[in-house]
């Protein structure tokens, strides 16, 4: 295990180009696997991560609320044309899509759902891989669709880094197992060695 | 195919709809133009924006479909019911010292919101002394808003925003329920003026008391939202109100001094003094 958590990370981290974001996708047992990846992430973690979870539609959700809470790192809902800052997670507000426009800002639709979804995991997810071509982590956590399968595809095909929750540790593993379907090149994690992986990444201050 | 080519066909054929249609959308946000473009692409069975934009300028019946994917259409009456909390609570009460009103919702679509304030200020005795227009730039939807009629499977989630609202009447009151359609009652038209109107390219035409625009600048990059809300300063009395889309906030406008929090948590402000 501790070996996994290293590897990984070390043997990319210093041969590749640095990363900029890390994009997030969850769905059912969000909640949990969120608090369990973000809450030991320091307050001097550098990397902005965007987020996606299926909610239902309701407007005001607490999610946001809930795990800046347990988080060091600040977690807010996401605003349209924000600029995204280091060290924020941004949730992508319910009953919007969150995408990343060319210039990195962050903009937000209402437009058709997909896979059932908005926000959807792979509007995300495409739209960061072209703004953030290689300079981008994708990560799938557990989940009861096929949202972002396709998504974390677009991510790695500009050469970014895609993570995958161990389909046996997910509390739902449909979303991981459709995910390295499409995406077998992906690094299956515990959420703990995400964790550890996620933070080689962060630049120094 | 490299990505340099997608983007330089993406920037000619929203070239060539302004050539020939008038249609500016090149200070749309970039990334939904880009994915709805890639939807109707695939709609018009075309492998690359050239084909699709070899289409639009030959085959005059793909434009009005075009502009349906360009322009998202998702609404409801009441949509967000806290917002119409907040314009009956906070901003009727304002209104109510003026003897005569008028109201913008510009980017209105099939008319949800429109017909969601000509309720309201029935319900709050404004009706009479209120003018409202709605405006927007797809045709289809203007028709649509014109004939107020909705399925008729839209109206529990209608009537349930309506009542978190604090609507004081029954919805029901507004519209006849006839072969899976609500068709709104055309009193509710009497004050109201639907015309296309472009927030890229027209100009203010009225003095209003209050802007409602939802859901409309998130489709803009920076530059041009700065034009609308441009356009809605100067369309607004001293004092007058603007109201946006639970998302949208002019945090990042270059018109924001004119403009104070009136209620932050619903994107509701207040156009300043002078200045
Ligand atoms: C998602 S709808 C918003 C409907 C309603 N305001 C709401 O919040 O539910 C966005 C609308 O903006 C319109 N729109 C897009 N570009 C516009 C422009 N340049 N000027 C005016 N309206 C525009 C679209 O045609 C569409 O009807």
Known sequence: MREEVNEPGSALAPSRMPVEAIVVGASTGALEALAELLAPLPASFRLPILVVVHLSPDRKSILAELLDAKCNVDVREADDKEPIEPGTVYLAPPDYHLLVEPDKRLSLSSEEPVHYSRPSVDVLFETAAEAFGPRLIGVILTGANDDGARGLKAITSAGGIAIVQTPELAHVSTMPLAALKICPEAHTLSLEEMTAFLQEFSPPQ | MAKTTETLELSLLLEAIRGQYHYDFRGYSLASIKRRLGL???????????????????????????????????????????????????????????????????????????????????????????????????????????????????????????????????????????????????????RTV????????????????????????????????????????????????????????????????????????????QKQGLA
């Open chain 2, 40 to 190: 109707a692409r695939e709609r018009f069975g075309c492998q690359t924006y050239s084909q699709l934009q070899d289409r639009v300028l030959h085959d005059a019946t793909v434009f009005p479909e075009l502009l349906g994917f360009l322009t998202v259409q998702v609404s409801e009456l009441f949509r967000d019911p806290e917002y119409f909390r907040m314009i009956r609570e906070l901003v009727v009460p304002h209104l109510k010292t003026y003897p005569s009103l008028k109201v913008w919702v510009a980017g209105c679509g099939a008319g949800e919101e429109v017909y969601s304030l000509a309720i309201l200020f029935r319900e709050e005795g404004l009706e009479e002394r209120t003018l409202i227009y709605g405006t927007d730039i797809n045709g289809e939807a203007l028709k649509k808003a014109e004939a107020g009629i909705y399925d008729l499977d839209r109206i529990p989630l209608f009537t349930e925003n309506h009542r978190k609202s604090g609507g004081k009447s029954s919805l029901s009151d507004y519209y006849t329920a006839a072969y899976g359609a609500a068709v709104f009652d055309k009193s509710l038209r009497k």
């Open chain 2, 194 to 269: 639907f015309s296309d109107h472009s927030l890229v390219s027209d100009a203010v035409f009225a003095e209003v008391h209050l802007v409602s625009c939802r859901n409309v600048l998130i489709y803009f990059d920076r530059e041009l939202q700065d034009r609308a809300i441009g356009l809605f300063k100067d369309s607004l009395s001293r004092k007058g109100f603007l109201g946006l889309g639970a998302k949208e906030s002019l945090r990042f406008s270059r018109h924001a001094d004119a403009f104070s929090d009136f209620s932050a948590g619903m994107r509701i402000y």
